[in-house]
């Protein structure tokens, strides 16, 4: 995530800062603007960013009172959440620590998730603006069958509807469940970014008539799903895939070849505006000067993005292996797969503001 500064001290704050810890006023992310700003109570009592007394007031998300999220509501409107948190249903439990403690991580990531789509423009609907196709989210817990065994809650996209299992906001159940899918990633972020890419699969080719155009880059997804992650879970993936898909899972469907590649896309594209942020630059092998110096969110094409991730995620991962961890992106990005972001980028750059 790119930095922010204190509108009252200049400060650098973060993202998910609460508070200046420089000079102690209270912050708010005000998503209409991205930007975080500082609050002040003004004579009329309606808080304000600071030094903008003719600012519209704000107020801050329902979802505040527990620490769970620090983003802002128009205070002249009658709604109460924020624009990430009006599309949750189901949320976790919050009469227990555990709980709360999900709920906070899952809303950290879920925040990250709404500033790609509120940078991409993407479309967003609640399900009272499209009660067929918005978007909603569940976070599910798991169930206790009548023997006792535990059984796991469901990740999955259907028509808008994004169900996550709560539980993997817990570090041990998320690593647990890596190592039985034998995954090399797996974060909550990531479940975000996936499943959503389905989302947006449904509105901007299937509802938008792109669907042949798709097919030339992806495949037929008018072959049964079902079927097809039968297969992938009693087969694996074919040989060679590593040359054609960004992961194992890419192989199952072609939705699932896009929701991969989407969601690899806003990777690539949030973690380069951090490292720009940071003003970090790594010289490629060929060592010419590194063309780094450009907005991720607005790049001229997915090869420029390709080219400035490369040499990051391998300087990222070297980094990893010298503390003993294992590669936070355990990828490869093949030119097949960059022909495939590159329609992802051409989609979505229709629509960034």
């Known amino acids: 995530m790119r930095l922010f ?3 009252a001290c ?16 209270n912050l708010g992310f005000v998503p209409e603007r991205l930007a975080m700003v500082a609050l002040e109570e003004g004579a009329d009592g309606a808080l304000r960013p600071v030094n903008e007394p003719d600012a519209s007031p704000l107020r801050p998300c329902a979802n505040a009172g527990l620490d ?6 128009p205070a002249e409107g009658t709604e109460t959440f924020c624009l990430a948190c009006r599309h949750n249903r189901l949320v976790p439990n919050t009469d227990t620590e555990q709980g709360v403690a999900r709920w906070r991580r899952i809303g950290q990531a879920e925040r990250h998730l709404f500033y790609s789509i509120l940078r991409l423009n993407l479309p967003h609907p609640t399900r009272e603006e499209d009660p067929a196709g918005g978007l909603v989210f569940d976070f599910l817990e798991d169930k206790v069958d009548e023997s006792g065994n535990t059984v796991a809650a469901m990740t999955l996209h259907d028509e808008g509807l994004i169900a996550i299992r709560a539980a993997e906001a817990d570090d041990v159940v998320r690593v647990a469940a890596k190592e039985n899918m034998d995954e090399p990633y797996r974060t909550m972020l990531g479940h975000f970014r996936h499943e959503v890419g389905h989302f947006v699969w449904n509105k901007l080719v299937r509802d938008a008539g792109r669907l042949e ?24 993936p074919p040989p060679g ?5 960004i992961s194992s899972y890419a192989t199952t469907h072609p939705w699932e070849d896009f929701a991969e590649c989407f969601a690899h896309y806003l990777h690539v594209v949030d973690a380069l505006e951090t490292s720009n942020a940071f003003g970090i630059a790594i010289t490629p092998a060929n060592h010419t000067t590194p063309d780094v110096i450009f907005d991720p969110y607005h790049a001229e094409s997915a090869e420029q993005l390709v080219s400035a991730w490369i040499p990051l995620s391998v300087a990222i991962n070297s980094i990893q292996r010298s503390l003993g961890e294992n590669d936070i992106y355990p990828f490869v990005l093949t030119p097949e797969v960059t022909a495939k972001l590159e329609y992802v980028h051409r989609l979505l750059q229709g629509r960034a503001s």
């Open 213 to 236: 155009e798709c097919r030339a880059v992806f495949g037929d997804e008018q072959v049964d799903y079902a079927a097809a992650l039968q297969h992938h879970y009693e087969n694996g």
């Open 10 to 25: 200049g400060q650098t704050v973060h993202f998910d800062n609460r508070v200046c810890v420089n000079c102690g006023h």
């Open 5 to 7: 500064s204190c509108g």
């Open 68 to 73: 769970i999220c620090n983003w802002t509501v």
């Open 241 to 245: 895939w590593q040359q054609s898909y």
